[in-house]
């Protein structure tokens, strides 16, 4: 069970090269099975890249989005396995109490923000909701639950005989307070994070810059690494990371954040053309 | 792993921060909160109470009407909410945790989650003078 990322930049797309390092899509990661199972978190501008190196043998491939934000779907139309008639896309995400998911996802994929209607897309498509699902998906048990991030917003807990990944982008569980609850069942997307392997966590913020930006939905990367801590989850890759900030200001927040809460976990920041191995917490290709 | 929906972990941030008194329930009508307005009303702090099943804080506080009769536990607001999912409203007396008896005026209304499911009800309530 390999976690390859396409995208790791949050809000806005930042090509240039002070984003070279840790790259400058917006959110797209994909997980991919010993089995050949083929999931993709999100659908931000990464996504692009990641369908030319399916395999033309691949014949479905599922999309798990986590929001309809822009950063998070902006790719979808230039996800190529829609235009293959030969391909089963199956695409998973939130609907709203007076929205399904397909509406939702019109509101983009047509003019004028978009030349080609959904209903044109020659893929054999399915379009689940993905508000609280669990799923059996190739190798993989999908399960996902709301968290706290404006709008209809959901983490994804992912399981294989080789390990669990869960997927949150774009969460903030601290809203409101100083610090997190003490009882963990009061904690936002704690069901999302409980004990996986590999927690693929939004850190937007520096602790300060999150101080101004309470109730926008994101964490600091200290806030990532105490859910970490309170999820009892083996590995945290801090994600979604903010458009203003380029490689070496990163690079010292994670060096800040580690030194101050000294994680008794391994922390490996997402860095777009990184693969990472789920069992062994290693990093097996890097392919900028 | 027992964990709460996300509305109801929401309304709960809501509610410690609001200086409006709330009393939060669970589908099942278990307690699982009030915040700090409210502890001063109901005469003990959460922390000492802790969660309590509807049997029990349905009863605990003695409700009465305005004869000094015993209001009934399917005839308070927040029950009322639970079984119909619509608001109710009420005034009532209450003896207090603190000995006190206190006139309180109740609106209970339900939270309906994204799914369209029950995820919990609130009861907002003021002291009012008798």
């Known amino acids: ?288 | 792993m027992m964990h709460r929906d996300i509305e109801l972990i929401l309304m709960r941030q809501l509610a410690s921060s609001l200086a409006s008194a709330i009393f939060l329930v669970d589908p099942l009508g278990t307690l699982v909160f009030y915040n700090e307005h409210a502890e001063t009303i109901l005469g003990r702090r959460y922390e000492e109470t802790g969660p309590m099943p509807v049997e029990l804080w349905s009863t605990m506080f003695h409700p009465l009407d305005d004869r000094g009769k015993p209001v009934l536990p399917e005839a308070l607001p927040l029950v009322k909410v639970l079984k119909t999912n619509k608001p109710a409203t009420k005034k009532f007396w209450i003896r207090a945790l603190d000995g006190v008896k206190r006139k309180i005026e109740v609106t209970a209304f339900p939270l309906i989650g994204q799914n369209q499911k029950l995820v919990g009800a609130v009861s907002m309530f003021t002291e009012v003078t008798a």
């Not at chain 1, 005989?161 to 969460?171: F, L, N, R």
């Not at chain 1, 009061?186 to 590999?198: L, N, P, Q, R, Y």
């Open chain 1, 1 to 288: 069970m390999k976690v390859r990322f396409w995208g790791t930049r949050g809000s806005l797309a930042t090509p240039g090269n002070e984003t070279l390092r840790y790259g400058g899509n917006t959110s797209c990661a994909q997980i991919v099975g010993d089995e050949g199972t083929v999931l993709v978190l999100d659908a931000g501008t990464g996504i692009r890249e990641m369908t030319k190196t399916f395999s033309p043998k691949l014949r479905r491939v599922d999309v798990l989005l986590s929001h309809l934000h822009m950063d998070h779907i902006q790719g979808l139309g230039f996800f190529y396995a829609l235009y293959n008639p030969d391909m089963e896309v199956h695409i998973w995400g939130p609907a709203t109490p007076t929205l399904d998911l397909r509406s939702r996802l019109m509101r983009y994929l047509s003019p004028p923000l978009f030349p080609v209607h959904l209903r044109d897309l020659p893929c054999n498509l399915h379009i689940h909701d993905g508000s609280r699902m669990e799923a059996e998906i190739g190798e993989f048990k999908v399960s996902s639950w709301q968290v706290c991030h404006p709008g209809s917003t959901v983490g994804y807990r992912i399981e294989g005989a080789q390990g669990s990944v869960a997927y949150m982008p774009d969460h903030e569980p601290v809203l409101g307070g100083v610090r997190f609850m003490a009882d963990r069942e009061w904690i936002s997307g704690i069901s999302v994070a409980d004990g996986v392997d590999m927690l693929i966590h939004d850190s937007q913020y520096t602790d300060e810059e999150y101080a101004n930006r309470i109730g926008w939905g994101h964490s600091s990367m200290k806030q990532a690494m105490e859910f970490t801590r309170i999820a009892q989850a083996k590995l945290l890759v801090p994600f979604h990371y903010d458009p203003t900030h380029k490689d070496d200001e990163l690079e010292t927040m994670l060096f800040e954040a580690v030194a101050e809460a000294k994680p008794g976990f391994p922390v490996i920041p997402a860095k777009e053309g990184d693969t990472i191995d789920v069992a062994t917490q290693k990093i097996v290709e890097n392919s900028p």
